[in-house]
Structure formats: C-alpha cells, structure tokens
C-alpha cells in the first residue's frame, strides 16, 4: 500500500496481475484507479534473443521450464512422464544449464508445460513459442487472457493433486492432442502474434514520457 500510494504510476502486465493485486488489499482501501495502468512489460529483445534458436530438428521432450516450487506443482509434471513413458520430461532446473543451453534446450523442445498455480504474466511459455515449443497452460491465471484457445486446457484439472488424479487421463488426452497438430509451427505464431504486446514496453516508455 506504502508503494502504491508513493508512485504515480503503477504498472502491470495483465488485467490478472492488477485484479490480484486489487483483491490483495483491504476491502475499505480506497483505489485510484487513475494510478493504475495495464502496460505490459519491457521485454521485447527476446524475440530477438531466442529466435535464432529456432529452426532445430524437435526431439519428443516435453519441458517444465519453471522454478521448482509447490506453486509450480512439479509434482504433477513428474507424475505424467510415468504415464507417458514414450516422452522425455525435463525439469529445466535440475541441469546447470546456461542460458544458450537453456535456448537450445527449448527450440529441441516439443511442448512447454505449465500446471502453474501463481502466474502474473509468464515468460517461458512465450520464449517456448519463439522456437515452436507449443505452450500447454492451464485455463486460469494470466493465461486466461493471454494465450490461444489451442493451448489451454480446463484449470480445474491442475488445480491441486486430488483434481489432478480424478483428471489425469483427460489430461493426457488433450496433451496428445495438442503434441500431435499437424501445424505446431502455426500455433506457436499464433501464440506469438497474441503474447507480443504483452512483451513490449512502449505503453510503458510512452506513459513514462508523457504521450
């Protein structure tokens, strides 16, 4: 609150993040919605960062590029390499990857994974997208507003353990579903073409310079 009443200006990524952050404060707080604006974030060299990446021959791995925390929900990750033994389920974290390695490890990628359970804005998924690595999300979060109907799958299946085992083969299904479009090159641009404002700072370099 002490911030918020500081600054002029306060900036957010997503409808989500401003909803979560509004949620969090007391109910009698009184908010200047004037001070609050949806942005984006300054982040518009990754395209150019990672794309050269792309372009490499895909191996069948699906990756789970997050920290490893219990939002994170790694548990879930872990448990379906067990039930889908014909892929490779990486853990981004447990290797000492660089960040070239971390890229390439991303553009040999066939999915990028997500079972999330806090998530404001989300960068993997779109770096996952820059060298077609089809994004899989839950249905919740910022990824409500922010990814494409072909990568989404209903939250209610990740949404903790119990949830998860009650819908675990459905969960498989739609994640077969989506490894197998014949086009993931297409839907990882579409991907892209969605996230791409949500990657940018000129909202934010042009609120800062007052146009």
């Known amino acids: ?73 790694v548990d879930i990750f872990k448990d379906l390499a067990l039930h889908m033994p014909e892929y490779r389920f990486v853990v981004a974290q447990e290797f000492p990857l660089n960040k070239d390695e971390y890229h390439n490890l991303l553009a040999t990628s066939r999915m990028v994974f997500s079972a999330n359970l806090q998530e404001t804005l989300g960068i993997s998924w779109y770096e996952g997208a820059l060298v077609d690595a089809v994004p899989f999300v839950p249905d919740r979060l910022s990824y409500r507003e922010m990814a494409t109907p072909e990568v989404l799958y209903p939250s209610e299946w990740t949404q903790d353990w119990d949830s998860y085992i009650a819908n675990r083969d459905k969960l498989i299904e739609r994640m077969r579903e989506v490894l197998d479009y014949p086009n993931p090159q297409e839907v990882c641009n579409n991907v892209v073409t969605k996230l791409q404002d949500f990657f940018s700072g000129k909202q934010l370099y042009d609120t800062i310079k007052g146009t």
């Not at 974030?41 to 925390?69: C, N, S």
Request: glycine share 4%; hydrophobic share 35%; aromatic share 18%.
């Open 1 to 73: 609150m002490s911030m918020y009443e500081c600054y002029d200006h306060n900036f957010f990524a997503t409808h989500f993040h401003v909803e979560l952050f509004t949620e969090t404060l007391s109910k009698d707080y009184h908010i200047d919605w004037d001070k609050i604006q949806i942005v984006g974030w300054p982040m518009e060299y990754l395209k150019d960062e990672i794309t050269p990446f792309g372009g490499k021959d895909k191996f069948d791995i699906i990756l789970f590029p997050h920290r490893v925390a219990p939002e994170k929900q």
